[in-house]
């Protein structure tokens, strides 16, 4: 028992030594030193599953390009500008269509810096979305993975998790992207 649990530590001393190595090849000079602004467009592309509360089915479906179908509000694609401390961002994103269909989304996030041209960014907050019809509140989750072509070009791709509770007698609803696709340019 004492042999596995020294092995045990000398695996988790190694790994833990190799994880920074990996988080510092991320970092350039000009990256994450300080403060900088981040101006996105976000879920212009996708694929969408919602499931309304009650017994209706789920509903999925597919957006190419800006806005082609959806069937919540939290599927808009949006802008979306974080200023970012470090790896830590405080941003705000937000959305209107023609329909008069409007949303707005503030948020924190982190960025991990998995290799030189790949990062992981997790962000998470509340929106508001007004619609004609109903309005909606809630939380979202997203999990992006960065690829940095350029050193201030960024696409991003994930998932997405959008919990939303409607205004009463309507529907709240849980929406999950598969994957969102947008674009990050750094300042």
Same mark, same amino acid.
């Given at each position: 028992?004492?042999?596995?649990? *020294?092995?045990?530590?000398?695996?988790?001393? *190694?790994?833990?030594?190799? *994880?920074?190595?990996?988080?510092?090849?991320?970092?350039?000079?000009?990256?994450?030193?300080?403060?900088?602004?981040?101006?996105?467009?976000?879920?212009?592309?996708?694929?969408?599953?919602?499931?309304?509360?009650?017994?209706? &089915?789920?509903?999925?479906?597919?957006?190419?390009?800006?806005?082609?179908?959806?069937?919540?509000?939290?599927?808009?694609?949006?802008?979306? +500008?974080?200023?970012?401390?470090?790896?830590?961002?405080?941003?705000?994103?937000?959305? *209107?269509?023609?329909? &008069? +269909?409007?949303?707005?989304?503030?948020?924190?996030?982190?960025? @991990?810096?998995?290799?030189?041209?790949?990062?992981?960014?997790?962000?998470?907050?509340?929106?508001?979305?007004?619609?004609?019809?109903?309005?909606?509140?809630?939380?979202?989750?997203?999990?992006?993975?960065?690829? @940095?072509?350029?050193?201030?070009?960024?696409?991003?791709?994930?998932?997405?998790?959008?919990?939303? @509770?409607?205004?009463?007698?309507?529907?709240?609803?849980?929406?999950?992207?598969?994957?969102?696709?947008?674009?990050?340019?750094?300042?």
């Amino acid at each position: 028992m004492l042999r596995r649990c *020294v092995l045990l530590s000398i695996v988790v001393c *190694v790994w833990g030594g190799s *994880v920074a190595g990996a988080a510092a090849q991320h970092e350039l000079p000009y990256e994450f030193r300080g403060t900088h602004v981040a101006l996105s467009i976000e879920r212009f592309m996708g694929i969408d599953y919602v499931d309304f509360q009650g017994p209706s &089915d789920g509903h999925a479906s597919a957006r190419l390009f800006l806005n082609a179908n959806e069937p919540v509000p939290t599927s808009l694609a949006r802008f979306g +500008v974080d200023v970012f401390i470090e790896r830590l961002s405080i941003g705000l994103a937000g959305g *209107v269509t023609s329909d &008069d +269909v409007g949303i707005v989304a503030p948020r924190v996030g982190y960025l @991990f810096g998995l290799t030189p041209t790949i990062g992981l960014w997790l962000r998470g907050g509340a929106f508001y979305a007004a619609t004609p019809g109903p309005n909606y509140a809630g939380i979202y989750a997203e999990a992006l993975f960065q690829w @940095f072509p350029y050193s201030r070009i960024a696409f991003h791709l994930g998932p997405t998790l959008d919990i939303a @509770f409607a205004d009463d007698p309507n529907p709240n609803y849980v929406a999950i992207g598969l994957p969102e696709l947008g674009m990050t340019a750094w300042l």
